[in-house]
């Protein structure tokens, strides 16, 4: 069995609910927990559950973001964009952000640019600065795309917390070059939260807003 968890990202200009990124969790035994590969269940069944969890969040009466993942073979997958538009209409007028866990080629998010902006979808590069998600790699990918999202825990969990200041620090200059919404993951507690009001970061996501959560009608 699957679903979707949800964790809230929050406008803390204005302290407001900005919308929800959907976590899948696939439940084993008494307990829920990370599929071992995001792709053993279908893009299509994964969509049918978004529907649902938007539906119980009431998102389309409140105009909130849902932020989805792709992973890379779900990028590669040419029927992905088919099945995201065929989304967005059925939860309309809800706002649907596509976020690429990994980077896509520069032919691939042309392709998804022209085609999900035409339908009001937002597109966000997830992970910037970790993994294989370095400048160098995504500075082509820039142009096409309305957010970054840089995610603290990750440094964290890697033992480079102290890093985080001045990671933080590129990508806010980044974001600001490029024009680009940016939004900040791993905000655990008030600390975190003035470091992001320290660079101008709005949208903040993390355990001190909810952890991830089932939502319940």
Same mark, same amino acid.
């Given at each position: 069995m699957y679903r979707f968890f949800v964790q809230p990202q929050v406008n803390e200009q204005d302290h407001s609910l900005y919308g929800y990124e959907v976590l899948l969790r696939k439940r084993q035994k008494d307990t829920w927990t990370l599929p071992n590969d995001f792709s053993e269940i279908s893009l299509d069944k994964q969509s049918e559950l978004l529907e649902q969890t938007a539906t119980v969040l009431q998102t389309s009466l409140t105009n909130k973001v849902i932020a989805f993942n792709l992973n890379r073979d779900q990028i590669d997958n040419p029927l992905t964009i088919g099945t995201m538009i065929a989304l967005k209409k059925r939860i309309n007028p809800a706002a649907l952000t596509i976020e690429f866990t990994e980077a896509p080629t520069l032919d691939e998010v042309q392709h998804y640019s022209v085609l999900l902006h035409q339908y009001g979808m937002k597109l966000v590069i997830d992970d910037v600065g970790t993994g294989s998600n370095t400048f160098d790699n995504i500075k082509p990918l820039l142009p096409y795309v309305d957010q970054i999202k840089f995610a603290m825990q990750n440094l964290r969990m890697s033992g480079q917390a102290d890093k985080i200041p001045a990671k933080l620090a590129f990508w806010t200059d980044i974001a600001r070059e490029y024009r %680009? @919404?940016?939004? %900040? @993951?791993?905000? $655990?507690?008030?600390?975190? /939260? =003035? %470091? =992001? $009001? !320290?660079?101008?970061? !709005?949208?903040? /996501?993390?355990? %001190?807003y909810g952890k991830p959560e089932m939502p319940v009608a």
């Open positions: %680009l @919404e940016m939004v %900040l @993951e791993g905000v $655990e507690n008030h600390t975190d /939260q =003035a %470091l =992001a $009001e !320290k660079f101008g970061i !709005k949208i903040n /996501q993390g355990y %001190l």
